[in-house]
C-alpha cells in the first residue's frame, strides 16, 4: 500500500514537472528540455553585453561558485601541497586543470559531492562533471561564442543513471536560471584610466558595507585569511565580526556584482580608496620614512607622520625631521 502511494506520487510529479518544462519551453525561444525516465538534456543560450575574458574570468573562478551557480550552497577544495589548513582548503588558490576534483554541497545539509573539470578551452568553452545528487551523473558544458558587440553563452547539461527523474526536477529543468545568474554576476571590467605619464591608473577601491559582504562571501569559500589583507583595523573588525554572524546563521551575505568585483580587484593588488572613517592607515614602511619627513619639510604638515600606526617608525620618522629642520636652520 505504501509504495503504490509513493509511485503515485512521483508519477503525479513527473508529470507536473514535464508540463511546467513545457510551458516554459514555449516561452523561451533559445530554451531546450528533453527527459525520459533514464536520460534528460538541457540547452540554454544567452548573450551578454561584456568582455569574452570577464565571462571567462568568472566561470574559471571557483570560490565564487557559490554566489552565482543555483544548486551549488559551498565549494570545497584540497591543495595536497599546503601544510596549514586554511591553504589547504583556500578556494582562491584553486587552479582549474583538466581531470582535477572539488566538491560541491548543493543545498544546506547536504553531502558534499565529488565534481571534476572534464575540457578546458580558454575563452571558448569549459566541461564540467556535476554530481547535484548522490549517485546521479551530470556533464555541464559551457561555451563562449564572441562577437563585435556581445558574446552568447550557451549552458548545456546531460543527465544520467537510475535516479535521473529525481536529479531532473530538482536541477535540470531550472538549466536557463544557471546563465541567468551568471549574466547578473560577471562584473563589468571597464578600460583602465591613463595617466599624463603614459602608465594605467590605479583603480580605486569603496570599502563599504557592500564591499565587506563581498570580502565575507569570499572567505566562507575561500578561508579567514582572506580577512586579514584588510590593513584597516575597523574595516578587518567588522568583515571578521560579519563572518562569525554568517557562520552562525549558515548563509552567505548576497553579493552584488560591483562588489565582487571590487574584491577582486582588491585581492590581486588593486588600490583602496579612503571612506570616511574606513581611510586607510598612512604609510609605515621604513623606506617611506624619508618620504615623509621630506613632504614635513616643504608642507609643514605633520599628520602623514602623526598617522604611521608603528611606534617605533613614528620615533624614527619625528627624530629624522628634527634633524633635517636642524641641518636647515
Known amino acids: 500500500m505504501a509504495i503504490g502511494i509513493v509511485t503515485l506520487l512521483v508519477i ?3 508529470v507536473y514537472f514535464v508540463r511546467q518544462a513545457s510551458g516554459e519551453q514555449q516561452l523561451y525561444l533559445d530554451y531546450t528540455f528533453n527527459f ?10 544567452k548573450d551578454v553585453l561584456v568582455p569574452v575574458n570577464a565571462v571567462w574570468k568568472t566561470l574559471t573562478n571557483i570560490s565564487n561558485y557559490h554566489l552565482w ?4 550552497k559551498r565549494a570545497q577544495v584540497t591543495h595536497k601541497d599546503a601544510s596549514r589548513w586554511v591553504l589547504k582548503h583556500a578556494a582562491s588558490r584553486y587552479k582549474p586543470e583538466v581531470g582535477r576534483y572539488f566538491y560541491i554541497q548543493p543545498f ?3 553531502p558534499y559531492t565529488k565534481c571534476r573539470y572534464i575540457s578546458i578551452e580558454q575563452n571558448d568553452s569549459l566541461q564540467l562533471e556535476m554530481r547535484f545528487f548522490p549517485f546521479c551523473r551530470e556533464i555541464v558544458t559551457f561555451e563562449l561564442t564572441p562577437y563585435s558587440n556581445c558574446v552568447e553563452l550557451s549552458y548545456k547539461l546531460k543527465s544520467s543513471g537510475l535516479l535521473n527523474s529525481i ?3 530538482m536541477f535540470s529543468w531550472r538549466g536557463k536560471s544557471v546563465l541567468h545568474s551568471l549574466a547578473n554576476f560577471i562584473p563589468f571590467e571597464p578600460e583602465a584610466e591613463i595617466t599624463t605619464n603614459g602608465e594605467a591608473k590605479a583603480t580605486e577601491i569603496i570599502m563599504d558595507s557592500a564591499f565587506v559582504d563581498a570580502m565575507v562571501a569570499k572567505a566562507l569559500s575561500g578561508g579567514d585569511d582572506i580577512l586579514n589583507k584588510l590593513t584597516e583595523k575597523k574595516t578587518r573588525g567588522k568583515a571578521k565580526s560579519a563572518l562569525v554572524k554568517a557562520k552562525r546563521k549558515g548563509e552567505t551575505p548576497p553579493v552584488t556584482a560591483e562588489a565582487a568585483a571590487a574584491v577582486e580587484l582588491f585581492l590581486s593588488g588593486g588600490q583602496a580608496a579612503p571612506t570616511g572613517t574606513d581611510a586607510p592607515a598612512a604609510p609605515a614602511e621604513e623606506n617611506e620614512v624619508e618620504v615623509l619627513v621630506q613632504k614635513a619639510l616643504e608642507t609643514g604638515d605633520m599628520e602623514p607622520i602623526n598617522n604611521i600606526s608603528d611606534k617605533v617608525l613614528r620615533a624614527k620618522a619625528k627624530s629624522a625631521l628634527v634633524k633635517a629642520k636642524r641641518k636647515q636652520g
Open 167 to 169: 536529479s531532473a526536477l
Open 69 to 72: 551557480f543555483p544548486w551549488i
Open 36 to 45: 525520459s525516465p533514464l536520460k534528460t538534456s538541457a540547452e540554454v543560450k
Open 108 to 110: 544546506f545539509g547536504a
Open 12 to 14: 503525479l510529479a513527473v
